[in-house]
C-alpha cells in the first residue's frame, strides 16, 4: 500500500512538469507577428499507483501568425513526442526521478530545402529533425501557512538523430544544433482557500508560477565558438498568475533570448523577446 501512495504522489509531481500549452505573442522577433502559440496536449498513456512509471504522448504545434498581407501561418513547427518518467527515491517532499524521451520536430513542407545558391530555403523549405532527451530531476517542497511552494530542477542531453546522418533535412548539417545542453528551474505556489462546497474546510489551489529555461548547442555549427552565446543560448523566463475563476489556466507574462530559433525553417535567426499570452495545461490543476 505505501509504495502505491508513494507512485500516486509521484504521478501528481510528473504531472506538474508537464509541458504547458501557451497562446499570445511574441514582440521583438526578427519577423513581426499577429499571434503566436505553442500548443502541447498531454495525453497520459500509463499512469497507475502500482507502478513507478509514467507516460504521456504530447501533441505539440507551434504556430506564428505573421503580421503581413493575409495573416499567413508560416510552415507550422509539429513536434509530437513522448516521454516516460520514472522515480529513483520515495520521498515526495525531495523527489528525484528521471524524463527519456523522442521527439520529431518538421514543418510539413514538401519544398527543396536548399536554394540554388545553396542558403536555405526559409520560404518553402522542408525542415525535418528528430530528437531524443535524457533529463534528471530534482525537487524540494516548503510547507508554510496557508502555503505550498514546489521548487524543481532539471538538466538533461538532448541529441539529434542528424548527428549520425540520420532523419534530418537537407541544409542541416552543420549548420543546426545536435547536441543541446538543456535545463530549467521552476517555482510553483499553491495557497489554501476555503472549500466552495464546505466552508469549514480548506483547498489548496495553484496559484502563481515562475519558470526559468535554457538550451545551450554543444556540438560544432557553422565555425562559432564553444562560448559564442549569442548563437549558442537559447534562455527565457516565464512568470504564470492563475485567477480564482481560472483553475487550469494562467496569465502568462515573460521574455528570452533566442541564439538559435527553434521554429523550424528559422533556426538561423538570433534575437531577444518578450511574450504575453495565456497557458493552460494538467499542470496547472490543483494539486494538494
Known amino acids: 500500500m505505501k509504495k502505491r501512495l508513494i507512485n500516486q504522489a509521484f504521478d ?86 528521471f524524463s527519456f524521451g523522442y521527439s520529431h520536430h518538421s514543418n510539413g513542407v514538401r519544398g527543396p530545402s536548399l536554394n540554388p545558391d545553396g542558403s536555405f530555403n526559409r520560404d518553402s523549405g522542408k525542415f525535418t529533425t528528430n530528437f531524443y532527451t535524457l533529463t534528471y530531476y530534482s525537487g524540494k517542497r516548503f510547507d508554510k501557512k496557508d502555503l505550498i511552494i514546489n521548487r524543481y530542477d532539471n538538466l538533461g542531453l538532448e541529441v539529434h538523430a542528424g548527428l549520425f546522418n540520420l532523419g534530418l533535412s537537407e541544409g542541416l548539417k552543420d549548420h543546426y544544433g545536435f ?81 538559435q530559433d527553434d521554429y523550424n525553417q528559422f533556426f538561423e535567426d538570433s534575437y531577444g523577446y518578450v511574450t504575453i499570452g495565456f497557458a493552460t495545461s494538467l499542470s496547472f490543476h490543483t494539486h494538494k
Open 12 to 97: 501528481h509531481i510528473y504531472e506538474q512538469n508537464l509541458r504547458v500549452s501557451e497562446g499570445g505573442n511574441d514582440y521583438f522577433n526578427k519577423i513581426k507577428t499577429q499571434l503566436t502559440a505553442d500548443l502541447a496536449p498531454n495525453f497520459v498513456l500509463f499512469s497507475t499507483p502500482k507502478s513507478r512509471f509514467f507516460f504521456v504522448f504530447t501533441a505539440r504545434v507551434k504556430i506564428r501568425l505573421l503580421s503581413s498581407q493575409g495573416a499567413p501561418v508560416k510552415s507550422p513547427s509539429f513536434m509530437p513526442g513522448g516521454t516516460l518518467y520514472f522515480r529513483v527515491n520515495e520521498d515526495t517532499y525531495n523527489p528525484k526521478f
Open 179 to 259: 547536441i543541446r545542453i538543456n535545463g530549467s528551474r521552476m517555482y510553483n505556489f499553491a495557497k489554501a482557500i476555503e472549500d466552495p462546497t464546505d466552508k469549514s474546510k480548506k483547498i489548496y489551489q495553484n496559484w502563481q508560477r515562475i519558470r526559468f529555461d535554457f538550451t545551450y548547442i554543444a556540438d560544432k555549427y557553422d565555425n562559432y565558438s564553444t562560448f559564442d552565446f549569442k548563437k549558442r543560448l537559447n534562455v527565457s523566463l516565464k512568470y504564470y498568475y492563475q485567477f480564482p475563476f481560472m483553475p487550469d489556466a494562467a496569465l502568462m507574462v515573460g521574455g528570452g533570448y533566442r541564439g
